[in-house]
Structure formats: C-alpha cells, structure tokens
C-alpha cells in the first residue's frame, strides 16, 4: 500500500545532540512537510518542500533544518535539541496544487535527556 | 486573519449515543476543509473532507460533515459513537492560495461504555 513512512518512530537523544528524523513516501507525491506536534496541541508548521523548493515558517527556529534529497525522502535534522524540542514529529505529503488533502505518517516521538 | 476555531476542548459520550463536533472557521477565500483523528502516540488519519458540491460529505467509519457557508461551520457527525472512537478530532482548512493547512486546536472524544 503506498504511504508515509517515518523512522524511527521512537528517538531518545541528549541535550545539545544532533539528531536526524527520516521521511520516506510512496505516493509519489510533490509536497512534502513537517510539523511539531506537542501534548495536547495541534501541529505545527515547521516546513515543507515543494519539489526541491524549500519553505520555512517565519517561526521555525533555526535550531530546525530539513533535507529532501529526492522525492520520496526528506529528512528533519535538529542541530542542537532542547528540553523544549521534546515532541511528536509528524511528517506528511500531498499531490500538489490540484490536489491538497495531506496524508500523514504515524509520526516520530523525540525524547530529550 | 485567517482561523479554525474547535470551541469542545473535550467531549464526553456514552457509546451508542449520537456525536456532534463543532468547527467554525474564519477564512477571506473558498476553503478546503477537513476532519482528521489522531489515536493517542499515532499519526493524523483523514476522515473527511469537503472542496466543492455537495454539502454533505460522508467520511470514513461512519462521519459524516455538513459544510455550511452562512454560519462558516463544519461540523462532524455521527449517529453512535462506538468505544473505539475515543480520540482526538482535528479540523483543519487550507485554501488554493496556499499548502498550509490552518488546524483548530482538537477536541478530545472520551467514550463511556
């Protein structure tokens, strides 16, 4: 079945420690995005990629930078992460201007230590 | 500005009883509208959505939504909830100008047996 693949789905890492969250999508699709999700929130928006164009939220921290490499992976790399980066890190895709529902993975839970 | 607004933080039923979300928004074009519902520690699954047409749109496990232009609301609805429907229940807008989706901030659906 095509989908949104997130690995790992559970990451441990320390203050200050470079950490690297994976996305990986079999729908071919043109969009791909991240969000931050903490408790009891809703997402938020930390990016997303059309094509190769990359678009950052005025808000994303420069702490926060992703790669997409080809079109079926995009990665999410927090360069120096903080207690308050401790979330679920969800990432989805969707086909592009014709077509804007978005289809989530099942997400990434980054611990903190 | 643009906004999604879920006024129910939590609801609570008894299984077999009928449901009803509310979500107004608040947005300047013709929006694209969606319900989605997280299960605790997983991803965001669609259950609907509206674009054009019909009002009533039927969703998955049993949803359906009514979009209504004059009270700018869609709604979700089911005629009895089941145990497993205990979640979080997004609604998020988006519009053709844009890939963001704008989420409202979730009611949580506890089910009594």
């Known amino acids: 079945d095509a989908m949104v693949i997130q690995n790992p789905r559970y990451q441990v890492t320390q203050f200050g420690k470079p950490v690297t969250l994976s996305c990986s999508q079999t729908l071919n699709h043109n969009v791909m995005y991240w969000y931050q999700q903490k408790s009891s929130q809703a997402p938020k928006l930390l990016f997303h990629y059309y094509d190769k164009d990359f678009n950052n939220e005025a808000d994303t921290p420069d702490n926060f930078q992703s790669r997409r490499p080809n079109t079926s992976f995009c990665f999410l790399d927090i360069r120096s992460p903080g207690l308050g980066d401790a979330a679920m890190y969800l990432c989805?895709?969707?086909?592009?201007?014709?077509?804007?529902?978005?289809?989530f993975g099942p997400g990434t839970r980054l611990t903190v230590l | 500005a643009q906004s999604v607004t879920q006024p129910d933080i939590h609801i609570t039923v008894s299984e077999g009883a009928s449901l009803e979300l509310r979500c107004n928004y608040s947005?300047?074009?013709?929006?694209?509208l969606f319900w989605y519902v997280q299960s605790p520690g997983q991803g965001l699954q669609l259950l609907l959505k509206?674009?054009?047409?019909?009002?009533l749109v039927q969703g998955i496990k049993g949803f359906e939504a009514e979009f209504k232009r004059s009270q700018s609301s869609f709604n979700l609805r089911k005629p009895s909830v089941h145990w497993s429907d205990a979640a979080e229940y997004f609604c998020?807008?988006?519009?053709?100008?844009?890939?963001?989706?704008?989420f409202g901030t979730g009611t949580r659906l506890k089910v009594l047996a």
């Open positions: 998020a807008c988006t519009t053709s100008g844009t890939y963001k989706y704008i």
């Open positions: 989805a895709t969707s086909r592009g201007p014709s077509n804007r529902e978005q289809f």
């Open positions: 509206y674009f054009s047409g019909d009002t």
């Open positions: 947005y300047g074009a013709t929006p694209y």
